[in-house]
């Protein structure tokens, strides 16, 4: 019987013969070992980070957006609507004849367009013309006996998931009026006005919407209460995106391709300063709005006729007010006749019978930044490392303006506000659909998952169903789909190492073999002198395990190797990106790439089975085989 002391003897023999096979043995296996060893580390460090950075927004939580449907298709070729739209402008075409009969004024019908029209000229193919009056007045009767899906049916939907809390968003929208931003606080008041695709890239207020949000929704987005001004305290509350902030306070925004610290250096810069941000902005509405485009354009006409002696003047000028005082036009020039004048009360008296607004309504409004939150991706590459990090993990309000409901309703000219921000919706989008949002939250991703693959509505030419009424998706952040990643990457480990392991036993059995293969004459003296099969394999089975101690040490010390050096090199522009894309003021988190994962220890234990199965199939072999046939072939 061969002693423990005499196999160790033997098998670290064994081990030191034939080194340039055995170091190639233990370099391949261990690289193959060490990358899978070095992707458990990053991988650990990654969603480790990724857990930190989601405690400070909306990634730890699981809300589900629930939307309805635009039906504007399927209502504009409604037979029955159009008729009823046909019978309004019919009543209204003879209302106004008779109330321009009455106040002596000239009525044009044909002024009024139809609310039916056919594109092609046939009158089997017709469709509602809602941006006309009477087309709104039907499409808003009709909703009011088809009501949208409110907050009772995704109550009733979300109930078998049992959701934790409910929340609704309210987009606050001027109407027919226009809320346009006074840069450094004054008003464009000339007639190189920008056209709308600049002025919606420049204007924050045109670009997202104004957004009343419950507390519990943008308080993660919040500066710390020591960082808010108190020189405004009648502003309206907001919580914008960095660039949007960048603007408010007017600082130049960096260019691609900075380093990572001074992307960090601006972030802090913002959260430091945006406490003091304040936007002005100017609303009209569209009788003020008249007024001043004349004002704007009678000015240009007079200066471009000012050497023109048949130019006549008219005979009612409006000037422009104080750029910054949003105010209303002034009366430069009036020298209308009393038939004039009169014929003007009467067209007012006229318009405001049937609805028309005729008094200019402006007013000047300041808000204020309380709150930060990362940029969308606005279009930026899915492919690229920050979009790929963004559309994953990011988490923001989706592309508003949030306002806390809180706060909101606290300031001393609330009723002012509501009364702005109330108006009658006139766009498309806001008749066909609720300008509210509704949210449910759950306890956890797989809830929310199941609520989500369930119960979301298919859209169809005719809408939803009474059962899935809403189209259900995540909101805030992707952490629903960030644990579907982390539960895919475990599957993905897991034969990522089969795999590694299968070739890792191709190779070590070539080994093991050939070494077991040269060491018969060996083998069989060891018979001989009386060394029994357990003997043998007592030997073996140590070399085995020798040879893979060494390549899981390997494969350990160059997986250390790799995910440290990742981590040294990506760490600064990874805590960057993270703090662009998840937001919150806690600046000192660090995305870091290496963390200490307990899968590695089965790796390891992975690299020393293989080894003893890469032995099994050669030791069978050689311990049948003939001792005396052995020593006669060598």
């Not at 509505?457 to 995540?474: D, E, I, V, Y």
């Not at 190779?507 to 001989?528: K, L, N, Q």
């Not at 250390?560 to 937001?583: E, S």
Request: net charge positive.
């Amino acid at each position: 019987m061969i002693h423990l002391g005499d196999a160790i003897i033997l098998a670290t023999t064994k081990l030191r013969t034939r080194r340039i096979r055995t170091g190639i043995t233990v370099v391949v296996s261990g690289l193959l070992f060490g990358c899978l060893v070095a992707t458990l580390f990053m991988a650990k460090g990654a969603f480790d980070s990724i857990s930190k950075f989601n405690a400070i927004g909306l990634g730890s939580r699981y809300i589900v957006q629930a939307q309805t449907v635009p039906l504007t298709g399927v209502i504009t070729q409604d037979k029955d609507l159009q008729a009823r739209a046909q019978e309004l402008y019919t009543q209204q075409v003879a209302d106004k004849k008779a109330a321009a009969k009455k106040l002596g004024i000239t009525y044009d019908a044909t002024a009024d367009r139809p609310p039916v029209i056919s594109p092609d000229g046939k009158a089997t193919n017709t469709f509602l013309d809602i941006s006309t009056p009477v087309a709104l007045q039907a499409v808003r009767e009709y909703m009011q006996a088809h009501p949208q899906p409110g907050m009772g049916d995704l109550k009733r939907t979300a109930a078998p998931y049992h959701p934790k809390n409910f929340y609704t968003t309210e987009t606050l929208s001027t109407g027919d009026g226009t809320l346009v931003t006074m840069n450094n606080g004054v008003e464009n008041l000339t007639t190189n006005q920008p056209d709308l695709g600049t002025q919606y890239q420049q204007d924050i207020l045109m670009k997202y919407p104004l957004q009343l949000t419950p507390t519990a929704i943008s308080r993660p987005f919040m500066l710390p209460a020591t960082s808010l001004s108190s020189d405004h305290p009648d502003a309206i509350p907001i919580i914008v995106t960095y660039s949007a902030a960048e603007k408010v306070l007017g600082m130049t925004p960096l260019s691609k391709g900075v380093p990572a610290a001074q992307k960090l250096e601006r972030i802090r810069t913002l959260y430091r300063k945006a406490g003091s941000g304040v936007l002005a902005a100017c609303y009209r509405n569209t009788v003020s709005t008249d007024q001043i485009q004349t004002a704007i354009t009678t000015a240009a006409d007079i200066a471009k006729n000012k050497d023109n002696k048949d130019y006549q003047k008219p005979s009612l000028i409006y000037g422009l007010p104080a750029a910054d005082s949003c105010g209303p036009a002034t009366i430069a020039r009036d020298v209308r006749t009393t038939d004039e004048k009169s014929q003007a009360a009467k067209q007012k008296q006229f318009d405001a019978q049937f609805n028309t607004v005729t008094e200019p309504d402006q007013q000047k409004i300041e808000f204020r930044i309380v709150g930060l939150m990362p940029d969308t991706q606005d279009g930026a590459p899915s492919s690229s490392a920050s979009g790929i990090l963004q559309g994953l993990v990011g988490s923001s309000l989706a592309g508003v303006i949030a306002v806390p409901e809180d706060m909101y309703n606290a300031l001393p000219s609330a009723a002012r506000y509501k009364a702005v921000f109330n108006s009658t919706p006139t766009s498309v989008m806001a008749i066909f659909s609720s300008t509210s949002t509704y949210y449910a939250e759950f306890a956890n991703d797989t809830t929310a998952r199941a609520f989500i693959d369930n119960a979301s509505c298919n859209p169809s030419p005719s809408g939803c169903s009474k059962a899935k009424p809403f189209m259900l998706n995540a909101f805030g952040s992707n952490s629903i789909a960030l644990q579907d990643l982390q539960r895919k990457f475990r599957r993905a480990a897991l034969l990522g190492a089969g795999a590694i392991v299968f070739i890792a036993v191709a190779i070590m059995t070539g080994t093991v073999g050939r070494m077991i293969a040269d060491s018969r004459r060996e083998t069989a003296v060891f018979r001989a002198v009386g060394a029994g099969r357990f003997d043998i394999t007592f030997v073996y089975t140590l070399y085995a395990i020798m040879l893979s101690v060494c390549i899981a040490v390997f494969a350990l010390g160059l997986g250390l190797l790799l995910a440290r050096l990742a981590d040294w090199k990506f760490w600064q522009t990874a805590t960057a990106q993270a703090q662009l894309v998840f937001g919150g003021s806690n600046l000192s988190l660090q995305f870091r790439f290496f963390g200490i994962n307990t899968a590695v220890g089965w790796v390891l234990l992975a690299t020393l089975g293989t080894g003893l199965i890469s032995m099994i199939l050669p030791l069978l072999r050689n311990i049948r085989r003939s001792p005396i046939k052995d020593m006669r072939d060598e």
